[in-house]
C-alpha cells in the first residue's frame, strides 16, 4: 500500500491531549456498566483484579496503540503500515488500523443511538416527567414502575424520537470535527470534561445527601472474595478493554496527533486514572440513590433509564438533579463519539484529498445510515432480525457482538504482538521514553501477559473453552 501520506495537526498541549483521550475512555461503560458489574463481582475484591488488568494489559496496550498511531504519524491503517515497514515486515500489518476503524464506526453506529435516549432523558426529566410519574402514582409502586416502563418502552418503540434524538447527535459530532483538531475536539473537550467532572460530583454529593451512602459504599467497596470467581476476572479484563476505547483506532489517531516530547507512558497512566476515578465516582452517584429507593442495583441496562428515573422521581429537586445527571451522561457519550468519527474523517482528509467539512459530513452520514439498524431493531423492525455465530437477535446484537467480543479482543492481541514481538525494541524505546526497568516490566507485559491473558478471554468469550 502507498504509505506516503501523514497527519498534520497536533494537540496544543499534554493537557488537551488527556482531555481529549479521557473524553474519548469516559462513556456509558464507566457511568452504567461499572457500577453494576463491580457489585456482581464481589465489590472490592473485583477492583483489585479489575485495576491489576488496567496496570498491566490496559495501559500497556493503549501505550502500545498510541505509539503506533505517534510514530506513523498518519491515520490507523497507514500508520500501522508505516510501523511495520520500518521494522522490515509486510504493510500487511495495515490491517490492525482497519480493523480498529471499522470496530470504531460500527460501535458509534448504536453508540449514537444509546446517547440519543439520554438526550431524550434530559427532555423527560427537565419536563419534569419524573416527579409527575411519581406523584401518579402515589403510593403504589408497580403503577410507578410501568409508568416509567412505558416512558421507556414508548421510547424505544417510536422510531421518530430516536431518529430526531440520535440525528441531533450526529449533528453535534460532525459540527466539533468539521471544525478540525484544535478549534473543534478541543474545544469541545475544553468545555465538556470539565463540566462532565462537576456534573457528576453536583450528583454525587446531593446523592450522598439525599441517598443511602453507606449501603451503597458497603455494596461496592466491600472485597467478598468469595463472589470473585474465574468469570470475574474475565468480565474485568474485557471491561478493562472496552472502558479504555482500545482496539477501535481511537489511541492510533489521537497518538498520531501527539506532540514530540510529550510521554506516551504517563499520559497513558493518566488517562486510566481518571477513567477510573470517573467510574468510581459514577458508583457513588448512582448507588445511594438506588439504596435509598430501595430498589435492584443490578437492573442492567434499566438501571439507568428506567431503575434511576423511578429514584428521582420520588426524591426532593429530583427532576433538576435527574436533568443533570442526563446531561452529564450525553457529554461523556458525546466526546466518545467525537473520538469514533474522528478516524474516519481524518481517513477521509488524508487518504481521499478531502477537505475536513465534506470529510466529517459524509462520515457522518455514513454513522446516520448505519444507525438506522440499531434504531429498527429497537423498534423491532423485521429487516433487523439476524443473527452471527447463533449470537443476538438482531441488528443491534450482531453489530454488539461483533465489535465487543470479536474484533476488540482480537485487534488487542494482534496489537501486542506486533509492537511487542514485530517492532524494532530501538525503535519502541525512541518514542517510549522509560527508566529501563519500567520499559521492561512494560515491555513483559506487552509480550507475554496481554496476549496470553487475551487469547484466554478471547476463547472464553467465543466458547472455545469454558472455565
Ligand atoms: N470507552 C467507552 C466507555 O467506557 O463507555 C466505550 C467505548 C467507546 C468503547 C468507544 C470503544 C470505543 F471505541
Ligand atoms: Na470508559
Not at 472490592?44 to 490496559?58: D, M, N, W
Not at 505517534?70 to 491515520?75: A, C, F, N, P, V
Not at 460500527?106 to 427532555?123: D, N, R, T
Not at 434499566?302 to 452529564?328: E, S
Amino acid at each position: 500500500m502507498n504509505t506516503n501520506t501523514s497527519v498534520t495537526g497536533r494537540w496544543s498541549s499534554r493537557f488537551a491531549y488527556i482531555l481529549a483521550a479521557t473524553g474519548a475512555a469516559v462513556g456509558l461503560g464507566n457511568i452504567w456498566k461499572f457500577p453494576y458489574i463491580m457489585g456482581e463481582n464481589g465489590g472490592g475484591a473485583f477492583v483489585i483484579v479489575y485495576l491489576l488488568c488496567i496496570l498491566f494489559i490496559g495501559i500497556p496496550v493503549m501505550m502500545a496503540e498510541t505509539f503506533i498511531g505517534k510514530r506513523g504519524r498518519s491515520t490507523p491503517a497507514n500508520a500501522a503500515a508505516k510501523v511495520a515497514q520500518e521494522s522490515g515486515h509486510t504493510t500487511h500489518w495495515s490491517l490492525l488500523g482497519t480493523s480498529g476503524v471499522l470496530a470504531g464506526f460500527l460501535i458509534l453506529s448504536f453508540y449514537v443511538v444509546i446517547a440519543g435516549w439520554a438526550l431524550a432523558y434530559v427532555f423527560f426529566a427537565g419536563d419534569g416527567q419524573f416527579s409527575a410519574m411519581a406523584l401518579a402514582a402515589g403510593d403504589t409502586g408497580t403503577a410507578h414502575a410501568d409508568a416509567v416502563g412505558a416512558l421507556f418502552g414508548g421510547l424505544l418503540s417510536d422510531p421518530f424520537k430516536l431518529i430526531l434524538c440520535t440525528t441531533l447527535m450526529v449533528v453535534a459530532t460532525v459540527l466539533v470535527l468539521g471544525k478540525g483538531l484544535n478549534k473543534g475536539l478541543e474545544t469541545a473537550v475544553t468545555a465538556l470534561m470539565p463540566a462532565l467532572f462537576i456534573l457528576l460530583a453536583i450528583v454525587m454529593v446531593y446523592s450522598a445527601i439525599e441517598g443511602n451512602f453507606g449501603e451503597a459504599a458497603a455494596f461496592m467497596f466491600a472485597p467478598d472474595f468469595s463472589k470473585l470467581t474465574i468469570q470475574s476476572v474475565l468480565e474485568a479484563l474485557g471491561h478493562a478493554f472496552f472502558t479504555l476505547s482500545l482496539s477501535s483506532g481511537i489511541m492510533m489517531i489521537y497518538g498520531a496527533y501527539l506532540p514530540e516530547g510529550v510521554s506516551i507512558a504517563r499520559t497513558s497512566i493518566w488517562i486510566a486514572i481518571c477513567d477510573t476515578i470517573v467510574a468510581l465516582m459514577a458508583g457513588l452517584a448512582i448507588y445511594p440513590i438506588v439504596f435509598a429507593n430501595g430498589m435492584e442495583p443490578n437492573a442492567g441496562p434499566g438501571l439507568l433509564f428506567q431503575t434511576l428515573p423511578i429514584a428521582f422521581g420520588k426524591m426532593p429537586m429530583g427532576d433538576l438533579f435527574g436533568t443533570v445527571f442526563f446531561v452529564m451522561i450525553v457529554f461523556a457519550a458525546f466526546t466518545s463519539a467525537i473520538a469514533l468519527l474522528e478516524s474516519a474523517t481524518a481517513y477521509l482528509v488524508e487518504r481521499k484529498g478531502m477537505n475536513r467539512w465534506p470529510a466529517a459530513i459524509v462520515s457522518g452520514l455514513g454513522i446516520w445510515v448505519l444507525s438506522l439498524g440499531s434504531i429498527y431493531s429497537f423498534t423491532g423492525a423485521e429487516w433487523t432480525k439476524m443473527s452471527l455465530f447463533g449470537h443476538g437477535e438482531n441488528f443491534f446484537d450482531v453489530i454488539d457482538y461483533l465489535t465487543s467480543k470479536i474484533m476488540m479482543p482480537v485487534a488487542g492481541l494482534f496489537t501486542a504482538i506486533f509492537v511487542g514481538w514485530k517492532v524494532k525494541r530501538h525503535i519502541l524505546e525512541q518514542e517510549i521514553v522509560l527508566s529501563s526497568v519500567a520499559f521492561n516490566i512494560f515491555y513483559i507485559c506487552l509480550k507475554f501477559i496481554a496476549p496470553v491473558a487475551i487469547t484466554i478471554v478471547f476463547a472464553q468469550l467465543i466458547g472455545i473453552i469454558t472455565l
